[in-house]
């Protein structure tokens, strides 16, 4: 099993910044592809981003596209989103996903408890 926990949300000023963490456990990090959804209240899960297992390649949610960055640090075992420009639009529990890179299938299949994102007009 692959544990994630998520940290860093909070309550933020339109405009301002936040970076999430996600800390991983439990199986080699660095043979899984990683990725950020969000969920806002009475919406559908939506994708954010995702980063390939090295960190060469990376893939973002157009409504995130030029604000938001995820990068990992594989010797540390975290991946990251750096959230600039924030808008209230951007208001929902963040999670962090993970799926082997060999794996055949398009989903995830490990998932954190997400963390509380809230922009404030």
């Known amino acids: 099993q692959l544990q994630l926990v998520e940290s860093g949300g909070g309550l933020v000023q339109a405009g301002g910044s936040l970076r999430l963490s996600c800390a991983a456990s439990g199986r080699t990090f660095s043979n899984y592809i990683m990725a950020w959804f969000r969920q806002a209240p009475g919406k559908e899960r939506e994708f954010v981003a995702r980063?390939?297992?090295?960190?060469?390649?990376?893939s973002y949610a157009d409504s995130v596209k030029g604000r938001f960055t995820i990068f990992r640090d594989n010797a540390k075992n975290t991946v990251y989103l750096q959230m600039n420009s924030l808008n209230p639009e951007d208001t929902a529990v963040y999670s962090c996903?993970?799926?082997?890179?060999?794996?055949?299938?398009?989903?995830?299949?490990?998932w954190g408890q997400g963390t509380q994102v809230t922009v404030s007009s």
């Open positions: 980063i390939s297992n090295t960190g060469a390649y990376t």
């Open positions: 996903a993970g799926r082997h890179y060999l794996a055949t299938h398009s989903e995830y299949d490990y």
